[in-house]
T-cell receptor
């Protein structure tokens, strides 16, 4: 079956630090990959996505590249801000299978 | 455009009681999904409605859980009787009908259920 493994948290960084949250996956098909974010008190929001190998998703300064050879989709940001504090979830969706498979989530806290 | 609305936002009930969670999807979204995050673990799929029909209920944990979507609008998820392990955050999401790669999910803020 499908599964997503992501970096355990919590992660605490200082403002302007470089961020990497690792995510690897196992899928039976050729999935689309996503990063979702949940800010305090809010619902899950799509942060970025990639639908095929070597695609790079990007949004709000965050980036992730779909690496089929390493089955990875690591999230990066060059300079984090306090407002980036949230829980980040890596997820996949197999083509033709309308359900998301999520990782366990990584809580990120940015301190000024 | 109003988003996906869930209520209550929080619910604390005793073991053995019944709780009903409600989800109002975005108007016009035929697809409605329920997910659950238990004890800080991964978010897991519960079921998927297309209009009023259950398309996939493979994630429903047991027969204490009953989901309905009468009329194809809002949905309810009833837990009866609730057990301690049912505690967690229940998310609802909706999506337009069509290519999932194009029409993404919109999630609600979730209902935090605590069974004591």
């Amino acid at each position: 079956g499908n599964s997503v493994t992501q970096m355990e948290g919590p992660v605490t960084l200082s403002e302007e630090a470089f961020l990497t949250i690792n995510c690897t996956y196992t899928a039976t098909g050729y999935p689309s990959l996503f990063w979702y974010v949940q800010y305090p008190g809010e619902g899950l929001q799509l942060l970025l996505k990639a639908t095929k190998a070597d695609d790079k998703g990007s949004n709000k300064g965050f980036e992730a590249t779909y690496r089929k050879e390493t089955t990875s989709f690591h999230l990066e940001k060059g300079s984090v801000q306090v407002s980036d504090s949230a829980v980040y979830f890596c997820a996949l969706e197999d083509f033709g299978n309308e359900k998301l498979t999520f990782g366990t989530g990584t809580r990120l806290t940015i301190i000024p | 455009e109003a988003g996906v609305t869930q209520f209550p936002s929080h619910s604390v009930i005793e073991k053995g009681q019944t709780v009903t969670l409600r989800c109002d999807p975005i108007s016009g979204h035929d697809n409605l999904y329920w997910y659950r995050r238990v004890m800080g673990k991964e978010i897991k799929f519960l079921l998927h409605f297309v209009k009023e029909s259950k398309q996939d209920e493979s994630g429903m944990p047991n027969n204490r859980f009953l989901a309905e979507r009468t009329g194809g609008t809002y949905s309810t998820l009833k837990v009866q009787p609730a057990e301690l392990e049912d505690s967690g955050v229940y998310f609802c999401a909706s999506r337009l009908q069509g290519d999932p790669g194009i029409y993404g999910y919109t999630f609600g803020s979730g209902t935090r259920l605590t069974v004591v």
